[in-house]
């Protein structure tokens, strides 16, 4: 050992590494895989070194959800840390959320240590060493991550961190893997024999333009349709393309659709706003622009126009992670739909004549007396306030948006009363919502958090349908809110089960068997009270089942807020 040299831990690079990377936090759930780690964080913690700030959760699905608000909110990933083969399971369906929403973060994960007999530091020393041990750890969530590796050795601790940080942030971005056995982070390191990786020597693959033909073209066709379509999901999750797009719009005369949205793509309340559906422009349009969407609309039922021209600009047009990708597209263009809609926009500028763009503006003119129209129908809807145990989600969601700041942030995952979350609770500024991308119930919790984290000076609310809350894990949500400070509003609309296992069933079996008993698996017992789940965790809670309760209860909820404090409000409404 050369002596002229410090030595460490391998644990304490990587600590390093991780610092290196420009990581704010590690959300973390701990295990024996992690001794290296705790020891080197409680070293730098003495010695007063930078290094991330640790969130400790109770359940996995909370850090990693944890880790996506906090990206959404600052465009930068994350690291999360897991026990094991066990606590990768755990964090599997997060990371299947977030691979669907093309969210970066970082997990990672110890693996069981490789020797039994005391040949090194970190030796199996527990009953769970002999079992924590699969084949292939990594195939836990392999679907779901753009990269995964196993740590060889610490002395490329620095240098793996890196390559994972870079193909995570590089677009489309993603999830990655790193795993760790504990012998490889107690090995011991001269300094001189690590290497630094800096950001500046190592950057990302960002999307980007395309070329000027690509844009011609588009804008060709743009000037010559006569009911031009916009689908799209995820375009706002730039908040400066929600403005341009909105120009585009406006200027081109275009309908814009926002099918299953997971931001604020286009402010709600833009003359172009199509609403959630395509449905009738879908069989009209002559020309449509797909711009970063996954499903922009469900072939079985919504068919679309086989002469429509399509274009399709998407930070993935590949869809690589799809095995069968259905919809069409003419011009496929792979890269920045901010960058390209600026582009198109200022070509149609360049080149549009008076005739466009009159009709143009007629076309906008239509848009938003459909608008208006769709406007009155939601005053229509929510002017019913329901009944005693059953409050219409209508009324208490335009209650909700009533008294929330336009600012406030709100993670939607209600599931059948998603569209009626959308219709009531409409949102003007960029950043204001997320949908849901992937399919594993459960994200709006740990994402809540994340947001709250980021950006502590809004209000953040987590809109989630009964069974969902169950899924989002609320006592690990509850505990980190308490621990850290981050108090977010959680409205449960308790429909009394899976309205939407209810409603797939009547949809593939409208006069089947199921619904002549009335049986559909979906009811769940309708005697909780989760403004008690709240109170456990020092919270504030309220249960609501009468509309007449529902105004006075949301103020308590916001002063609970606003004095540091989560709430739970617990709503029974219309009943699946
Ligand atoms: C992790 C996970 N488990 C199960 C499902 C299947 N699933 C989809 S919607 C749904 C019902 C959700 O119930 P709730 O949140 O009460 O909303 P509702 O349908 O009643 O509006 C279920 C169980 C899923 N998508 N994800
Ligand atoms: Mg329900």
């Not at 333009?209 to 999750?237: C, H, K, N, Q």
């Not at 005369?253 to 997971?262: D, F, K, M, T």
């Not at 500028?349 to 009155?376: G, L, P, Q």
Request: aromatic share 8%; proline share 6%.
């Amino acid at each position: 050992m050369d002596t002229n040299q410090a030595h460490h831990s391998a644990a304490h690079y990587f600590l390093e590494g991780l610092t290196e990377l420009g990581f704010d936090y590690l959300f973390c759930n701990f295990g024996t895989d992690h001794a290296p780690l705790i020891e080197a964080m409680a070293a730098f913690k003495r010695a007063g070194r930078k290094m991330p700030a640790t969130i400790v959760c109770p359940h996995e699905n909370t850090a990693v959800h944890m880790a996506a608000g906090y990206a959404i909110a600052t465009g930068r990933g994350q690291g999360v840390m897991v026990h094991v083969d066990a606590g990768t399971a755990n964090a599997a369906m997060a990371l299947h959320n977030l691979c669907r929403a093309r969210i970066p973060v970082m997990l990672m994960a110890g693996k069981a240590p490789f020797t039994a007999h005391g040949e090194l530091l970190g030796t199996r020393d527990n009953y769970v060493h002999f079992i924590q041990e699969p084949f292939d750890q990594a195939s836990v969530v392999r679907p779901y991550t753009k990269w995964e590796y196993n740590l060889p050795s610490g002395v490329v601790a620095k240098e793996a961190l890196r390559r994972a940080h870079t193909v995570m942030e590089s677009d489309p971005k993603g999830p990655v893997y790193l795993t760790f056995p504990r012998e490889t982070l107690t090995d011991i390191w001269a300094e001189g024999a690590i290497r630094s990786y800096r950001a500046e020597r190592f950057s990302v693959v960002a999307a980007r333009g395309v070329d000027g033909a690509a844009i011609d073209a588009l804008a060709t066709r743009l000037l010559a349709a006569e009911r031009p379509l916009l689908i799209t999901a995820y375009a706002g999750r730039n908040a400066a393309t929600v403005a341009v797009l909105d120009q585009l719009a406006r200027f081109a005369g275009i309908r814009v659709v926002e099918h299953n949205p997971l931001y604020v793509n286009l402010p709600h309340d833009s003359p172009c706003h199509g609403g959630l559906m395509p449905g009738k422009a879908l069989a009209e349009a002559d020309v449509g622009l797909l711009v970063d969407v996954d499903v922009p609309w469900i072939p079985s039922y919504m068919p679309d126009n086989p002469e429509t021209w399509w274009a399709h600009i998407d930070v993935d047009a590949e869809k690589r992670a799809s095995p069968m990708w259905s919809f069409p597209g003419h011009l496929r263009l792979q890269g920045d739909s901010h960058r390209i809609l600026s582009d198109l926009l200022a070509a149609l500028e360049t080149r549009a004549d008076d005739c466009f763009k009159s009709a143009a503006a007629a076309r906008v003119s239509a848009y938003a007396e459909e608008a208006t129209a769709r406007r009155e129908q939601a005053a229509k809807l929510r002017a019913n306030r329901g009944t005693p145990g059953e409050i219409n989600p209508h009324f208490l969601c335009a209650a909700l948006g009533a008294a929330l700041d336009p600012s406030a942030i709100l993670l939607v995952e209600a599931i059948t009363n998603q569209s009626v979350v959308f219709t009531q609770m409409p949102r003007t500024q960029p950043g204001t919502l997320v949908g849901v991308a992937g399919g594993g119930l459960g994200f709006s919790g740990g994402m809540a958090l994340g947001f709250k984290l980021a950006r502590p000076e809004r209000t953040v609310v987590q809109l989630v349908g009964d069974g969902t809350f169950y899924f989002s894990n609320p006592q690990s949500t509850l505990a980190v809110g308490r621990q850290y400070g981050l108090p977010v509003l959680t409205v449960v609309l308790d429909n009394s089960g899976w309205g939407a296992v209810k409603a797939a069933t009547l949809h593939v079996y409208p006069d089947g068997e199921a619904k002549s008993a009335g049986e559909y698996g979906a009811t769940l017992t309708p005697d909780m009270n989760f403004a008690k789940v709240a109170e456990a965790a020092g919270a504030h809670g309220e249960l609501v089942s009468d509309p007449d309760e529902v105004e006075p209860a949301i103020v308590r909820c916001l002063d609970a807020l606003h004095a540091g404090r989560s709430a739970i409000l617990h709503a029974r409404v219309t009943k699946l």
